[in-house]
């Protein structure tokens, strides 16, 4: 499929930071201060991810928030002032339901910011070196899939690993070995759309819904695609994993 002149370029596409969570298991840390902005080798931690795709020439952003979400809301506003010609826009679930809506429920409520294509990351995922190509955007583009995840080697607090990776670059449900999702992705809108998501566009009801069983329905039908990454990767989910990654030079 050729891709059309009027069509916006890879670089306009938007990047979607997870950072609603509440980071339960991170307390007493996140008592006080959201997840994405506990520090890591001096940096907020969703500086690292912006960092990156800003690098690869993206510059548009959607953060949503719920859990102390003005700190995340305060940092988007100076971080946009410190980029020129970057766009920050803040999805605020807490101000708007009381809650955080999940990763489809957020996607979801966040979508008319979104467009028909756009990466999805946790606020909470140490990646420093990931390459965010706009060849891969062009080519998940170009493809008939819902997804293009990225996988990554299972580590120690996950080993039986989330999903499986085809000879052909599919993502399984079902296969003898896994790997654990890095929660990097390129997504198209119509995943969060019927028949494949039931919540109403715009998730103007504030349905708080996981983005797992989206992925499994599109995988089963062929429509998830993937790829392994073996790059530096850390999920920062404990002050132990934390305090690693401070440590290390």
């Known amino acids: ?16 930071l997870l950072a609603a969570g509440r980071g339960m298991r991170m307390r007493p840390l996140t008592d006080h201060t959201p997840k994405p902005l506990l520090a890591v080798q001096g940096q ?10 800003l690098a690869a ?47 489809a429920g957020g996607i979801a409520r966040a979508l008319p910011l979104l467009g028909d294509v756009f990466w999805v990351l946790a606020g909470d995922v140490y990646v420093p070196g990931f390459p965010f190509s706009q060849a891969s955007v062009a080519q998940f583009k170009a493809s008939d899939k819902l997804a293009h995840i990225w996988l990554v080697p299972n580590p120690a607090h996950n080993p039986r690993g989330d999903f499986g990776l085809s000879a052909q670059g599919l993502a399984l449900n079902d296969a003898d070995e896994k790997h654990t999702y890095s929660t ?6 119509e995943l969060f759309e ?44 404990t002050p132990q994993r934390l305090d690693a990654l401070n440590r290390a030079v």
Do not use: K
């Open 1 to 16: 499929m050729t891709r059309l002149a009027t069509e916006p370029s890879a670089a306009s596409i938007p990047a979607m």
């Open 44 to 53: 907020p931690l969703m500086q690292w991810p912006l960092a990156s795709l």
């Open 57 to 103: 020439g993206f510059r548009r952003f959607v953060v949503n928030t719920a859990w102390l979400g003005e700190q995340i809301d305060a940092f988007c506003t100076d971080w946009q002032a410190q980029h020129a010609g970057t766009q920050v826009t803040v999805s605020r679930e807490g101000q708007d339901f009381g809650y955080a809506l999940e990763t």
């Open 194 to 237: 019927p028949p494949w998501c039931e919540i109403l566009p715009g998730n103007p009801q504030g349905t708080a819904e996981p983005l797992a069983p989206l992925l499994r329905r599109a995988m089963d039908a062929g429509r998830v695609s993937a790829e392994l990454y073996t790059g530096p990767w850390v999920d920062v989910g």
């Open 184 to 189: 990097i992705g390129l997504y198209r809108r």
